[in-house]
Nanobody
Framework: QVQLVESGGGLVQAGGSLRLSCVAS????????MGWFRQAPGKEREFVSA????????DYAESVKGRFTISRANAKNTVFLQMDSLKPEDTAVYYC???????????????????WGQGTQVTVSS
């Protein structure tokens, strides 16, 4: 089972930026699509962004489109989420996840992901 470890969360003022990282264990990272999700207190986990296995395609939730950028460095088993122009409503625990199945297409459904990190807290103050 792959292990995913997120980092980079913290407290930032509205309009600021953060860059999240997620490092995966194992040697097959480049064969999987990856995703970022978030969960705010009292709310369900929601899709943020996804990237295909090569990094050539990406997808975003409407609420973050134009502000967040997903990328990956397969040689380093790492996926990133650059978050700019942060808003208080972006406050949540952010999770990275591995898409089920080799070379699977990107998905916004949490049910299509079989491995999850422990999460990193992002707090945006107004």
């Amino acid at each position: 089972q792959v292990q995913l470890v997120e980092s980079g969360g913290g407290l930032v003022q509205a309009g600021g930026s953060l860059r999240l990282s997620c490092v995966a264990s194992g040697r097959t990272f480049s064969s999987y699509a990856m995703g970022w999700f978030r969960q705010a207190p009292g709310k369900e986990r929601e899709f943020v962004s996804a990237i295909n296995w090569s990094g050539g395609s990406s997808d975003y939730a409407e609420s973050v489109k134009g502000r967040f950028t997903i990328s990956r460095a397969n040689a380093k088993n790492t996926v990133f989420l650059q978050m700019d122009s942060l808003k208080p409503e972006d406050t949540a625990v952010y999770y990275c996840a591995r898409r089920r199945g080799w070379y699977g297409v990107m998905s916004a459904s949490p049910d299509e992901y079989d491995s999850w990190g422990q999460g990193t807290q992002v707090t945006v103050s107004s």
